[in-house]
C-alpha cells in the first residue's frame, strides 16, 4: 500500500489548515454561502436534504486497517454511528455538522485521509479493480499509475475548474472488467502491444447520467512515459471546448460525441505533439519508488490449505455456499481474494456501522495483511487470506452480519442514497433495494449471477444504465416511478440497458422484476446470464410479459 | 484594486480602452482583440505600450508571432468557476514564451489566487471593497507542496523527491 512521505503529509495538513480558515471566514459572514460552496465541495462537503454530507476519498478503493479505524472513528464521533460505502469507491456520512469539520478532517489526516475533490468540477477519485495486484488476469498491478494520476491531480493549477467534474479508471486485467472502465470520462486499459510493451490503450467520453455513453478509443497505445503528458493534453482541449453555457451537457462525453471521435482525437494529438513533455515525464526512481510501495505482502505457504478448505466446504453447506460466490481465485497459491457483503437482504446497500468497520479492520490485520479493498459495488474485499482461515473468518463475519453469500447474485443490489437523504433526487432507492433484497434473496441461487441497479434520479449515481435490471426512480405529480431498463452491463462487455416502457408505481416494481426474471428463466440457454439472453432474443418478451395483462 | 505576485496592492498604469474610445497618447492601454484585429496598424505605431484584452473562447496559439507585442494580456474569468484562462495562461507561457505581464481579471477571488499564480498569472484584478476584507497575500502562502509542475518556479513533489 503507498504510504504518506514527508511531502504528503505536509500538504494534507497545509489543506486542513487552509478549509479550517475557509470554514471560520463563512461561520463569521465574510463568504457568502455561494462563494463558499465550491470551497467545501472541493472538501466533499455537501448540503443534503437534512444535514451536510461529507464524502471521503478512499484513492483506488484501498484502505489499511488504521484507516478503516480511522472511518469507524468519524462515523462514532461525528456522524450516527455509520457510514455509507458508494458507487466511487469512497464513503459518505451523512449526518454532519459544518462546524466540526475541520475537526474531522484534522482526524482523517491522521490516518492519510481526507474528502479533496470528491465533488466539484474537477477530478475526482481515481478508481480500478478492486482485485488489483491479487488476481492471476494482470499484465501488471494498475494501483502504481492509480497512484500517480492521483498525484498529480491533487489541486491541479490548470484543472481545477473543469466545465464538469472529470473520472478516471484504470484496469491490467485481460479478461474481466472490474472497474467500469468504459463507464468513465477517461479510462485506461493496461495493455501490451505488439512489440512486447506495456503501455495504455486510452478511452475518452464515457459516463452515465441522463446522456449515457460507453467510451471510445483516444489512443490505442501510450508509452508509460508519456501519460501524464497525455492526460494533460486532453483535459487542456476539454478545459478549452467542453461547454459551460448547460451543465447537464458539460460533461466530455458530451464533447467526444459532438465532435465525433476522430476530431477529438486529433485536437489532443496536435496539443500532446506541440506541447514540451519534458517537464512531466515521470524520474525513474519516483516510479520505481511508488511501485515498490505496493509490492506483495509477505505470503505464508498456504501449500496445503486447499486440502483443509475442501473438507470445512464439505462439512458445512452454508460456508460452501459463502465460499462458492464470496470468494475469488488468488495469484498465489493457497490464498482467496474475500469479498464482504454490505448487502444482507433488507439492508441498505453500502451501509456499515462503525462496530462493524472496527471488526473487519481487525480481521484484515489478522488474516489479509492489513489491507482492505472497497468494491464499486459497494462491497468490501480482504484480498490476501490463507485459505485453512476461511471458516474462522466466515463464523466471526456471520456474528456481524457480514457473511451474507450473494456476491453478484440478485439481493447484490447496487442503490444511490435516494431521496431518503440526497438533495437531487426524484424517488427512493434504498427501500426499493430493501423489498428486492428480501423477496429475491429465496432463490437468486437459482435465478444466477444478475446485477440489480437502483438510482434515484436520473444522474445515475446507481449505475441502473449498466444493471442487467436497471430501476430509476423519477417523480410523477408527487407520486414515485419508476422506470425500468435492461440488457445493461457494466464490464468487458458494457452496455447501455433499453428502456422496457412506462415507469411503474413502487408498490408494482417487486412483481415487474419478478416477472422480468421469470421471462429471462423461460427462454435462457446453456448458462446464459440475463444480458445474453436478452441481447438473443431482443425487448418483446420481456415487454409482453410486464405489460400484456395491464 | 491590482493586486501583485506576493499579494500587496499596487499601482495601476493601464487604462482599458472601449472599442470606439481614441488612444490617448503616450499612455499604456489595452484593447479587446477585436479592436487589435481591425486597428493592429494603427496601434503598431503607437509610441506607448500595448496590452491586450482577450476574451477566454480565443485560442491564444493564435496570436503566435504577434504576442511579443504585447507589455500585458489580460484574461478573463467571468465566473470564478469557469476555468478557461488558466489553460489560456499556461498556453502563453509554455507554448508562446509570453514573457510580458498576464492579469487575472472578472471574478478573481481569494481561494483562486494560487491556482492562477501557477498558471502564469502575476496580476490580479479584485473588486476593490472586497480586497479590503482580505488577507490576499495569506491565500499564497497557504501551500508549499505541489504535486505537478506550472508556470511558477515552485519544485514539484516527483523531482524534490527525486532531483534529476
Known amino acids: 500500500m503507498y504510504r504518506y512521505d514527508e511531502f504528503d503529509r505536509r500538504f494534507l495538513d497545509e489543506r486542513v489548515a487552509q478549509f479550517r480558515g475557509q470554514v471560520a471566514r463563512r461561520l463569521a459572514g465574510q463568504l457568502s454561502e455561494d462563494e463558499f460552496r465550491p470551497l467545501r465541495l472541493m472538501n466533499g462537503l455537501y448540503l443534503q436534504l437534512h444535514a451536510y454530507m461529507l464524502r471521503v476519498s478512499i484513492p483506488y478503493g484501498t484502505l489499511s486497517s488504521a484507516q478503516l479505524r480511522g472511518l469507524a472513528h468519524v462515523a462514532r464521533r461525528y456522524d450516527r454511528g455509520y457510514g455509507h460505502f458508494t458507487t466511487r469507491q469512497n464513503i459518505q456520512y451523512n449526518w454532519i455538522k459544518l462546524a466540526e469539520t475541520p475537526d474531522l478532517l484534522a482526524d482523517l489526516a491522521k490516518v492519510e485521509m481526507h474528502g479533496i475533490q470528491t465533488s466539484g468540477n474537477s477530478f475526482r477519485n481515481i478508481t480500478t479493480d478492486p482485485f488489483a495486484g491479487v488476481t492471476a488476469e494482470e499484465i501488471e498491478d494498475p494501483r502504481p499509475w492509480c497512484e500517480i494520476i492521483r498525484q498529480w491531480s491533487i489541486l491541479h493549477p490548470e484543472f481545477s475548474f473543469l466545465p464538469r467534474k472529470f473520472k478516471i479508471a484504470v484496469s491490467a486485467a485481460t479478461e474481466h472488467d472490474r472497474a467500469a472502465v468504459k463507464m468513465h470520462d477517461l479510462g485506461l486499459y493496461i495493455r501490451r502491444n505488439a512489440e512486447g510493451d506495456v503501455g495504455f490503450q486510452v478511452l475518452i467520453g464515457g459516463g452515465l447520467g441522463r446522456t449515457p455513453y460507453l467510451g471510445l478509443v483516444l489512443r490505442e497505445f501510450l508509452p508509460k512515459r508519456d501519460l501524464l503528458a497525455y492526460l494533460e493534453a486532453a483535459l487542456r482541449v476539454y478545459n478549452q471546448y467542453g461547454r459551460r453555457d448547460n451543465i447537464f451537457k458539460a460533461r466530455v462525453k458530451i464533447l467526444v460525441h459532438s465532435l465525433g471521435i476522430e476530431k477529438m482525437r486529433a485536437e489532443v494529438e496536435a496539443e500532446f505533439a506541440a506541447m514540451s513533455k519534458d517537464k512531466l515525464e515521470l524520474p525513474e526512481a519516483a516510479v520505481a519508488a511508488i511501485r515498490a510501495q505496493f509490492s506483495p505482502p509477505p505470503y505464508a505457504d498456504a501449500a496445503g490449505d486447499d486440502a483443509i478448505l475442501q473438507r470445512l466446504t464439505a462439512a458445512e453447506p452454508a460456508f460452501a455456499r459463502w465460499v462458492k460466490y464470496n470468494t475469488h481465485a488468488h495469484r498465489q497459491p493457497g490464498h482467496a481474494i474475500v469479498c464482504i457483503s454490505l448487502k444482507p437482504p433488507g439492508k441498505p446497500p453500502g451501509d456499515c456501522s462503525a462496530a462493524q468497520m472496527e471488526l473487519i479492520a481487525d480481521l484484515a490485520e489478522e488474516l489479509s495483511h492489513a489491507e482492505i479493498r472497497v468494491t464499486h459495488e459497494q462491497n468490501l474485499v480482504l484480498p490476501h487470506v490463507r485459505k485453512a482461515a476461511l471458516y474462522d473468518l466466515w463464523r466471526r463475519l456471520a456474528a456481524a452480519g457480514l457473511a451474507s453469500a450473494n456476491i453478484g447474485l440478485a439481493s447484490d443490489i447496487i442503490a444511490c442514497p435516494g431521496l431518503d437523504y440526497c438533495g437531487l433526487a426524484t424517488a427512493r432507492s434504498i427501500p426499493i433495494a430493501q423489498v428486492l433484497g428480501e423477496r429475491l434473496a429465496a432463490r437468486e441461487e437459482a435465478i444466477g449471477k444478475l446485477a440489480i441497479k437502483i438510482s434515484g434520479c436520473i444522474n445515475a449515481c446507481g449505475h441502473h444504465h449498466v444493471g442487467h435490471i436497471g430501476i430509476l426512480g423519477l417523480d410523477k405529480n408527487g407520486e414515485e416511478f419508476y422506470q425500468i431498463t435492461i440488457g445493461g452491463s457494466d464490464d468487458e462487455h458494457a452496455a447501455i440497458g433499453a428502456i422496457t416502457g412506462p415507469a411503474v408505481a413502487a408498490k408494482d416494481v417487486p412483481e415487474a422484476v419478478d416477472k422480468l426474471i421469470d421471462t429471462y428463466i423461460g427462454l435462457r440457454q446453456n448458462g446464459e446470464r440475463f444480458p445474453e439472453t436478452y441481447r438473443r432474443v431482443g425487448m418483446s418478451p420481456f415487454k409482453e410479459a410486464l405489460y400484456a395483462a395491464r | ?164
Not at chain 2, 489553460?87 to 507554448?95: H, N
Not at chain 2, 489566487?113 to 472586497?130: N, S
Not at chain 2, 495569506?138 to 511558477?152: R, W
Request: avoid cysteine.
Open chain 2, 1 to 164: 484594486m491590482l493586486l501583485d505576485k506576493t499579494g500587496g496592492a499596487v499601482a495601476d498604469e493601464w487604462r482599458h480602452l472601449a472599442d470606439d474610445e481614441n488612444a490617448p497618447e503616450g499612455e499604456a492601454v489595452t484593447v479587446s482583440l477585436a479592436r487589435w484585429e481591425r486597428d493592429h496598424n494603427a496601434l503598431k505605431s503607437r509610441d506607448a505600450k500595448l496590452g491586450l484584452r482577450l476574451p477566454n473562447t480565443a485560442n491564444p496559439v493564435a496570436l503566435n508571432g504577434e504576442v511579443h507585442r504585447f507589455a500585458l494580456i489580460a484574461l478573463e474569468f467571468p465566473r470564478f468557476n469557469d476555468g478557461r484562462a488558466y489553460s489560456q495562461a499556461r498556453l502563453l507561457r509554455a507554448r508562446l514564451g509570453y514573457k510580458g505581464a498576464l492579469r487575472a481579471t472578472g471574478d478573481v477571488l481569494r481561494d483562486q489566487l494560487l491556482f492562477m499564480l501557477r498558471a502564469g498569472f502575476d496580476g490580479f484584478e479584485v473588486d476593490g471593497v472586497r480586497a479590503k476584507a482580505e488577507d490576499w497575500a495569506k491565500a499564497f502562502g497557504e501551500f508549499d507542496v505541489f504535486y505537478q509542475p506550472a508556470e511558477d518556479n515552485r519544485p514539484w513533489v516527483m523531482r524534490q523527491r527525486f532531483p534529476a
